[in-house]
């Protein structure tokens, strides 16, 4: 089925006892009220949304944010997602996620930090921790006495996650999954270069029980810059995508 649908945001958001590695303009820009309407397109031709095993889920969205609806945030964000399912044998299922996103500040300073895009954790990239990729700052040894780097996220966001899930045993409700993901999240200044994206593969356990799908998940990341650790170990209560 197709949908068109119009929702309503308000949110006051107010951050405090900052740690020293957070960069000032960030600081300045770390609270205040959002209130946004977003208009979203979406065509659905999965099975089942909570469990699919075949189908595939297309949706774009715009957002506006401004002081024209009463807010302090004045933004722009646009946001595509396209979703793949394919049926391999028995009940195992082939998934692609693919993202795509994009903020602009309207009044020409920096997107507010907690409406930017971060990357890394269960949701994005597995084999990283999260939010701890994308755009970041390096805070000198003189300022927090040892040179420390701080995510402040990006205007701009690619992501894609392809996963195998298969059975183990299927009447219990428990099965394993095997998975690839890549993104970033870009800065104002930086362009949308396929050589900054990260990428790590890993495995999991998941479990439909009675309080609802559990994930427990090891990603595995290509590449590991300094200070990045060699696996993460993630686990959450719902479905991937």
């Known amino acids: ?7 309503y945001r308000i949110e006051q958001v107010s951050l405090s006892d900052f740690e020293l590695n957070v960069p000032q303009f960030f600081r300045d820009s770390s609270s205040g009220l959002t209130s946004s309407v977003t ?11 909570y469990i699919t095993t075949k189908g595939t889920f297309h ?21 595509g997602n396209a979703r793949y399912y394919y049926p391999v044998w028995g009940s195992s ?14 009044k020409g300073e920096p997107v507010p930090l907690f409406e930017r895009f971060f990357t890394g954790g269960i949701n994005s990239l ?18 927090t006495g040892g040179d420390e780097d701080f995510v402040y996220g990006g205007n701009k966001l690619l992501l894609a996650n392809l996963e195998y899930e298969f059975p183990i045993f299927d009447s219990a409700g428990l099965r394993g999954v095997v998975f690839l993901d890549a993104g970033n999240a870009y800065a104002e200044d930086e362009n949308l270069n396929p050589l900054d994206i990260r990428a790590n593969f890993g495995a999991g356990l998941r ?13 595995f990341p290509f590449k590991r810059r300094e200070g990045e ?7 959450t209560i719902g479905s991937a995508f």
Not at 41 to 46: A, I, N, Q, V
Not at 126 to 143: D, H, K, M, N, Q
């Open 59 to 79: 949706q774009a969205s715009v957002e506006y944010a401004g002081h024209g609806l009463g807010g302090d945030n004045d933004y722009l964000r646009l946001i």
């Open 93 to 106: 299922v082939l998934r692609f996620n693919a993202r795509i996103g994009y903020i602009k500040s309207l």
């Open 207 to 219: 479990w439909l029980s009675p309080f609802g799908p559990l994930r427990f998940e090891w990603g």
């Open 126 to 143: 597995r084999g990283f921790e999260l939010r701890s990729v994308g755009p970041r700052v390096t805070i000198p040894t003189s300022v």
């Open 39 to 49: 208009l979203s397109l979406s065509r659905d031709t999965r099975n089942n949304p």
């Open 1 to 7: 089925f197709s949908q068109v649908s119009l929702g």
């Open 229 to 235: 650790k060699s696996n993460v170990f993630n686990f």
